[in-house]
């Protein structure tokens, strides 16, 4: 098997292109040594367990419903992600058909690239075949590149009651970490609990992505200081087209909130499109003057703020708190200002690293 004769190049649906951005994160611009060097992440699973309906869902705004007909994939499907300054990566969807270490498959030459691989369990189907193959890849997988994050979706869990799912994740949690460490593995996968139901495959995908992101750090200890300077109970960095947050605050997420943060942006966009943009002008409904303040009535409020063309700043306070907004608008000034920095540090270094290997 040939490595290119098995991947369809899905470039045109990235998000990028259908925004119609420019510069860094432009897609046709970008020479194939360019897009080459993006992290990679593999979907991996057994035969409908879900890949294709994932990525679909997060990336290319599919309604749940409509995976429905998605047809089995029958070659290794590339796909472009290049819709936010800090997200910039490839996802490669293999068929659950393919076998991976075919020996005319080139494997290890497309490993050493690859940031991370989402082996994808139907949390509603026999496991027995997808745990054996889950252990056989990470095996393989180990020799060849010890840094690759090994990342589990239990997935479907719509299906699954309460306690059964904490049961199924704990069954397959026990079972694959026991067989990693019979057979001297020293790798500790995450697992995580999903569905395309709920915002929970977007949290996933967010810890996936945060991963592969070098200065995660530095923007978490941003967001502590932003919020505690504010009395911000949650803030969440996103990423304003596929929803996945970057980056957030110490403090434990809870899925609610998530959801919370996460549907407002879509109430900004709605909103902003139908009565922001002129007529005949076409656009994302999103800019720099984008912000909006929504009190709940449970007596916290949510406040969103742009932060740049691809991210949002979206924030979970008590009302009582929101008394001195002025400070919050300030204090978000001075985020901003910091994740700018972050950002022009982050390109230039990029520029260095093109010039070199030009
Ligand atoms: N209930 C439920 N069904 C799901 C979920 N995710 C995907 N499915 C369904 O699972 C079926 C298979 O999904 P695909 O995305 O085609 O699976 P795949 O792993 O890409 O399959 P191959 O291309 O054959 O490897 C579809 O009918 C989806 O609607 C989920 O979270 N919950």
Redesign the pocket.
């Known amino acids: 098997m040939n490595e290119n004769d098995n991947y369809n190049e899905e470039y045109e649906s990235s998000f990028l292109g259908d925004m119609g951005y420019g510069e860094e994160g432009q897609v046709d611009g970008q020479s194939s040594s360019q897009i080459e060097n993006k992290p990679k992440i593999f979907l991996m ?1 057994l ?8 990525q679909k869902v997060v990336f290319h705004k599919m309604l ?1 419903n409509e ?2 007909f ?1 047809e ?2 029958s070659k290794v499907v590339k796909n472009d992600i290049s819709n936010s300054s800090f997200v910039q990566f490839q996802i490669w ?1 293999f ?3 393919v076998d991976f270490f075919d020996p005319t498959f080139d494997y290890e030459h497309i490993l050493n690239n690859c940031g991370a691989i989402v082996f ?1 369990i139907d949390a ?1 189907d026999e496991i027995g075949e997808a745990l054996q193959k889950l252990h056989q890849t990470i095996v393989k997988v180990y020799q060849i590149n010890p840094n690759i994050h090994f990342e589990v979706f239990i ?5 699954l009651s309460d306690d059964h799912k904490i049961d199924k994740q704990r069954d397959i949690q026990q079972k694959a970490t026991d067989e990693l460490l019979d057979a001297n593995i020293m790798v500790h996968p995450s697992f995580y609990v ?4 709920d915002h929970s ?1 977007f949290e996933a995908f967010s810890k996936v992505i945060q991963k592969l992101i070098p200065q995660l750090p530095t923007l978490e200890n941003l967001l502590d200081v932003f919020i505690s300077r504010s009395r911000i109970e949650k803030a969440f960095l996103v990423d304003v087209v596929s929803k996945i947050y970057v980056a957030t605050d110490n403090t434990p997420v809870d899925m609610q909130t998530y959801e919370l943060c996460s549907d407002m942006i879509d109430v900004v966009i709605d909103v902003s499109c139908i009565y922001g943009l002129k007529e005949e002008e076409e656009g994302l409904g999103y800019d720099q003057e984008s912000h909006s303040v929504i009190k709940l009535n449970n007596g916290m409020v949510l406040y969103l703020r742009e932060v740049n063309k691809y991210l949002a700043l979206v924030c979970l306070l008590r009302e009582s708190n929101f008394d001195k907004h002025g400070l919050i608008d300030y204090n978000f000034l001075c985020f901003k200002k910091a994740i700018e920095e972050v950002f022009s540090r982050r390109t230039a270094t990029r520029k260095k690293i093109t010039k070199k290997s030009n």
């Not at 997935?155 to 299906?159: A, C, E, L, M």
């Not at 999903?194 to 139901?197: A, K, N, R």
């Open positions: 699973g035969k409908r367990s879900g890949k294709s309906s994932i749940p995976t429905l998605l089995s994939t969807d068929p659950g058909q994808v509603q997935h479907k869990s719509d299906g999903t569905s395309i139901y495959i």
